[in-house]
């Protein structure tokens, strides 16, 4: 079965999320066989989360310090629905604070502070990347875990001739070996993935992502 075969559920914003859909089956639709393959890539695209700042920053320095990547495009406005502080700064503006304190310099650091979800992220960055080279082949990518499909997905759709490093961010709660622990209540881990199933789903189906086959039976609940 495709992605977008799948059901689209009727969740709610600021609502706890129940799937129809068992935990394994829900894994393997958001985190897939993703992995890092460990490539050096010149340029780095950094999507922002609000909640999770400290934690894409600090995955920013590590890499950029065994020598990852050159460039970074930090991603990231103030209007996205991560903003629940309704901070008036933008996610990018806060984490390059934290990355050049950490001795990255600043003449390597491109910021994108307009975009307010995952694909405004992408096609603002690579108007930046472009405009340096048009002909860019291969990228990293770092973002939070159980974000990093809908990302890779979005990449394959609309920029299919470009090879994406995905490097996760790790946050403690929405990783693929934690997610599932604890409540469902708004804005948990448990919470964030069957939200980001859903999505994965819905978009699928608009046609903004690049449908792929489950590798697992589908399991549902109902």
Same mark, same amino acid.
């Given at each position: =079965?495709?992605?977008s075969?799948?059901e689209?559920?009727n969740l709610?914003?600021k609502? &706890?999320? %129940?799937s $129809?859909?068992?935990?394994?089956?829900i894994?393997d639709?958001?985190y897939g +066989?993703?992995s890092?393959?460990?490539?050096?890539n010149e340029?780095? $695209?950094?999507? @922002?989360?609000?909640?999770?700042?400290n934690?894409?920053?600090?995955t920013v320095?590590e890499? #950029?310090?065994e020598?990852r990547f050159?460039? $970074?495009?930090?991603?990231g406005?103030?209007a996205?629905?991560s903003?629940?502080?309704?901070?008036k700064?933008s996610?990018?503006?806060? =984490?390059k604070?934290?990355?050049?304190?950490?001795?990255i &310099?600043?003449?390597?650091?491109?910021?994108e502070?307009?975009?307010q979800n995952t694909f405004? +992220?992408?096609d603002?960055? =690579?108007?930046?990347i472009h405009r340096?080279?048009k002909?860019?082949?291969n990228?990293?990518?770092i973002t @939070?875990?159980?974000h990093?499909?809908?990302?890779?997905?979005a990449?394959?759709?609309?920029y &299919?001739?470009i090879?994406?490093t995905?490097? &996760?961010s790790y946050?403690g #709660?929405?990783d693929?070996?934690n997610?599932?622990i604890?409540?469902?209540e708004? +804005?948990?881990?448990?919470? =964030?993935?069957?939200?980001?199933r859903n999505?994965?789903?819905?978009?699928a189906?608009e046609?903004?992502?690049?449908? #792929?086959? $489950?590798?697992r %039976?589908i399991?549902s609940?109902?």
């Amino acid at each position: =079965m495709k992605l977008s075969e799948l059901e689209v559920e009727n969740l709610k914003i600021k609502e &706890p999320a %129940e799937s $129809i859909y068992d935990d394994a089956f829900i894994t393997d639709v958001v985190y897939g +066989n993703l992995s890092d393959d460990g490539n050096y890539n010149e340029w780095c $695209i950094v999507f @922002g989360n609000s909640n999770q700042i400290n934690e894409r920053a600090k995955t920013v320095i590590e890499k #950029y310090k065994e020598g990852r990547f050159t460039k $970074i495009v930090l991603c990231g406005g103030t209007a996205g629905i991560s903003n629940t502080d309704n901070s008036k700064e933008s996610e990018a503006s806060r =984490m390059k604070k934290i990355i050049i304190n950490a001795g990255i &310099p600043e003449t390597h650091i491109y910021m994108e502070e307009q975009s307010q979800n995952t694909f405004e +992220n992408i096609d603002n960055a =690579m108007k930046i990347i472009h405009r340096e080279n048009k002909n860019i082949e291969n990228l990293s990518i770092i973002t @939070g875990e159980y974000h990093l499909m809908r990302c890779s997905l979005a990449f394959k759709k609309k920029y &299919p001739n470009i090879t994406v490093t995905t490097i &996760p961010s790790y946050d403690g #709660y929405a990783d693929k070996n934690n997610w599932f622990i604890g409540s469902n209540e708004w +804005n948990t881990g448990r919470c =964030m993935v069957i939200w980001e199933r859903n999505l994965l789903t819905k978009y699928a189906k608009e046609n903004l992502l690049a449908d #792929y086959e $489950i590798s697992r %039976e589908i399991v549902s609940k109902k």
